[in-house]
């Protein structure tokens, strides 16, 4: 099976959203820094709790799903639908928007280390204006595997075969068939994996850097970088410069007109702006 290859790096930008929280964007800085279906990837982390005690405050969304994956600390979700979630350290959250929710996400230190990522996957047109769903996934519901020689490779969502073991994430049964995998490896190592036919795959460098392919056509990924994977084939993955960690995320494109308007993600123009209209009106949700 040939390997896939590095198509295009997407460095992450400095910037800072909701109340004030520091981090940096990789997809999403811009229209173009997009992986159908996947339309923005957050990277937060900070031992300066002003960098992020002022949290999300409560805000809306239509059009797409959120998930949130913690390293480190921790944060309260609460939502117009009731529900409330406590996201821990090597926990996550799933949050489909559909037609509209409006939720907070709040630190719940004051001190310490926050640290954790924010992705953000469309939907496809006709599954847009669905009810708002949200599922709370504890640490000890994400499966952890050993790789050889040390490492470890964590699944939130999809299927995979890790070292001849079928391992299913808690997040299953979404439209675009979505694979996240939090992998971590000793210096020197590899990492390879299946990804579908035809999905849409990147990498995000997150501690290390990475070389991305097989032997002589591996090209290196700096850390805190989306490296965009063109072609078919699995993934292959080395730490090329010492220990690194990498987001491994795989989908089915949707090919669908994209229009984003904050955090509205429609089709067209006049479907933003009946979403805008219904938000004023306390219509959203």
């Known amino acids: 099976m040939s390997s896939r290859r590095l ?15 520091s981090l940096r964007r990789s997809l999403g800085h811009s229209p173009d820094a997009r992986v159908d279906p996947f339309l923005m990837l957050d990277e937060f982390s900070s031992d300066d709790p002003d960098d992020y005690i002022a949290g999300f405050p409560s805000h809306p969304h239509r059009g797409f799903e959120t998930v949130t994956y913690m390293l480190d600390g921790h944060m309260l979700h609460e939502d ?11 926990g996550a959250q799933w949050m489909t928007a559909g037609r509209g929710i409006i939720h907070s996400e709040m630190p719940q230190q004051e001190s310490g280390r926050m640290r954790g990522f924010q992705l953000w996957i469309n939907l496809p047109a006709a599954e847009k204006m669905k009810p708002a769903s949200y599922c709370d996934i504890r640490p000890d519901e994400i499966p952890t595997v050993a790789l050889p020689g040390g490492g470890d490779v964590r699944v939130i969502a999809g299927r995979v075969e890790v070292e001849g073991a079928t391992v299913d994430g808690p997040v299953q049964g979404i439209t675009t068939k979505p694979l996240y995998m939090d992998v971590r490896l000793p210096a020197g190592s590899s990492f390879s994996q299946p990804v579908a036919t035809g999905h849409s795959a990147f990498v995000y460098a997150y501690e290390g850097s990475l070389a991305i392919g097989d032997g002589d056509d591996a090209r290196p990924l700096p850390a805190q970088s989306a490296g965009v994977l063109g072609g078919d084939g699995d993934v292959t993955v080395r730490a090329a410069d010492g ?10 494109p949707l090919r669908e007109p994209v229009v984003q308007y904050g955090p509205f993600v429609m089709n067209t123009r006049e479907e933003i702006e009946q979403a805008v209209a219904d938000y004023r009106d306390n219509r959203l949700a």
Do not use: E, K, M, Y
């Open 7 to 21: 198509q295009q790096i997407i460095p992450s930008v400095a910037t800072s959203d909701g109340a004030g929280v």
């Open 80 to 90: 117009h639908l009731g529900n409330r979630g406590d996201l821990l350290p090597g």
């Open 243 to 252: 220990p690194a960690r990498f987001l491994l995320l795989a989908a089915r």
